[in-house]
C-alpha cells in the first residue's frame, strides 16, 4: 500500500491528539502514513475538499463546525450518519466520490465497560450540538428507554429536539432548560456532549453540580465526552461522589480505531494508542 495522506478538518483545530493517535496507529499496523491538521473556515471547506481530492488524499476526519454540512457531498454514508445527520470521518474512493462514516457513535459505545447494560435505562444527556447527536443514537441502540435532553437554549434546540425524535422515535426524549436542572436521581447515565470543562475552554467549570452527582444512584454512571484534561472538573465529581465515571479519552481511541479499520482495512491496538496518548499529555503537563 501505498503512503497514505490522511487529516483531519475543522475551525479552529488547535491542539489536537489526533496526529498521535494515527501515528501510533500506523506504527501498529506496519503502514506508512501521514496525519495532518488541515484548519478550515466554514468558507474554505469546498476548496478544502477540492484541494484533498487533488493531492490525493485517502480520506480525513471532520470536526467542528464541518460534521453536519459535509453530509452534503458524500455519496455514500453508513447507519450512523444516517442517523445522527453527521460525519466524522471520511474516505476519498478511486472515483473522488466520498464515502462518510460517523465513527462517534461507534467511539462513545465501545468506551462503555461491557459490564454495564443500558437496556430499559434512563440517560440524561448535556447538550444539543453534533456530538449530542452521536450520543443519542449511541445510547438509542444500547436499548435506553428515555433520553432527557439539557440545552442552554429550549425555544433555540426545538428543531435539533424534533430531529431526534423523528430518528428515534421508539424512546421518551424530553428537552430541559439546563439552567433549570433540579434532580438527576432516577438518571442512570449523565453524559456531558458540551465543551465546558475543556481545557483553554472554562476548565475549571462542570455543567453539573455538586448537588446532583451527589443525589444520584449508587450505581449511576458519569460520562464526559471531553477529553482534555484527562481528569475534566465533571469527572473529579464523580470521584469524589464514588460514582462510576467514563472519561473521553477511551471513546477518542475507539473513534480512532473504527477510523483506521476503514482506511486501512484493519484495527490497531487499543493499549498502544491509550499509551501514546497518555505519553503526549505526560509531555505537555
Excluded at 30 to 53: F, H, R, V
Excluded at 75 to 81: P, W
Excluded at 139 to 149: C, F, H, M, N, P
Excluded at 151 to 174: A, C, G, M, P, Y
Aim: proline share 4%; hydrophobic share 40%; aromatic share 8%.
Amino acid at each position: 500500500m501505498e503512503k497514505l495522506k490522511l487529516g483531519l478538518i475543522g475551525y479552529p483545530l488547535g491542539h489536537s491528539l489526533s496526529p498521535i493517535l494515527y501515528r501510533a496507529a500506523f506504527k501498529d499496523l506496519g503502514i506508512e502514513g501521514e496525519y495532518e491538521l488541515l484548519e478550515t473556515a466554514p468558507e474554505d471547506l469546498i476548496n478544502q475538499i477540492k484541494n484533498l481530492k487533488r493531492n490525493k488524499y485517502f480520506g480525513f476526519n471532520v470536526t467542528i463546525p464541518h460534521k453536519v454540512p459535509l453530509t452534503l457531498f458524500l455519496s455514500k454514508y453508513d447507519e450512523y450518519v444516517n442517523m445522527t445527520g453527521s460525519v466524522n470521518t471520511v474516505k476519498i474512493e478511486e472515483d473522488l466520490t466520498l464515502s462518510g462514516y460517523n465513527t462517534d457513535v461507534y467511539g462513545f459505545c465501545e468506551a462503555i465497560p461491557k459490564d454495564i447494560s443500558l437496556k430499559g435505562k434512563h440517560a440524561a444527556v448535556i447538550g444539543t450540538g453534533g456530538a449530542s447527536r452521536a450520543i443519542c443514537a449511541g445510547l438509542y441502540s444500547l436499548g435506553v428507554a428515555k433520553i432527557d435532553i439539557y440545552t442552554r437554549n429550549v425555544i433555540n434546540s426545538k428543531e435539533t429536539i424534533e430531529t431526534l425524535r423523528n430518528r428515534f422515535d421508539k424512546i421518551e426524549i424530553k428537552a430541559i432548560q439546563l439552567s433549570l436542572m433540579e434532580s438527576l436521581e432516577d438518571v442512570d447515565i449523565l453524559v456531558n456532549t458540551t465543551p465546558v470543562g475543556m481545557k483553554n475552554f472554562k476548565e475549571d467549570l462542570s455543567p453539573v453540580s455538586d448537588k446532583n452527582i451527589e443525589t444520584m444512584k449508587d450505581d449511576a454512571i458519569i460520562y464526559d465526552i471531553v477529553y482534555n484534561p484527562l481528569r475534566t472538573a465533571l469527572i473529579s465529581k464523580a470521584i469524589k461522589y464514588n460514582k462510576r465515571y467514563i472519561t473521553g479519552l477511551d471513546m477518542l481511541i475507539h473513534q480512532a480505531i473504527r477510523a483506521s479499520e476503514i482506511w486501512c482495512g484493519k484495527k490497531p491496538d487499543f493499549k498502544t494508542l491509550k499509551i501514546a496518548a497518555l505519553e503526549e499529555f505526560l509531555i505537555n503537563k
